[in-house]
């Protein structure tokens, strides 16, 4: 369970597959996703702590944003698919039983 924003995984990933069942279970807030228009924002890196302003008002910041989740996760997708292994995507938004229940119920 993660939102695999750690880097390159895809060669431990491929071993364990090999092995193991393995599902990934992808988390993520839908504001992961769209960066709103909210002028000025000072945010800070979970992974390091930097904190940087990001003027979320400029249309090309959005979309930078939007189209680095997007190839995020088909990073993701294609990781798991390529090494034989399962993912599921859950949002912090969701009922992530019913999310888990759905993935279950078609994986039989």
Excluded at 39 to 56: F, I, N, Y
Excluded at 58 to 82: G, I, L, P, W
Aim: proline share 2%.
């Amino acid at each position: 369970m993660s939102d695999f924003f750690s880097g390159n995984y895809q060669d431990a990933l491929n071993i364990a597959a090999k092995r193991h069942d393995i599902i990934g279970i992808q988390v993520f807030d839908p504001r992961d996703k769209e960066l709103p228009n909210v002028g000025l924002v000072q945010m800070r890196d979970g992974e390091t702590g930097a904190m940087q302003w990001v003027d979320s008002g400029d249309k090309r910041v959005r979309e930078y944003y939007t189209n680095q989740f997007a190839q995020h996760s088909q990073y993701c997708k294609t990781a798991f698919v390529k090494s034989g292994a399962e993912l599921v995507t859950i949002r912090t938004n969701e009922d992530y039983v019913k999310a888990l229940q759905t993935f279950f119920l078609n994986r039989a």
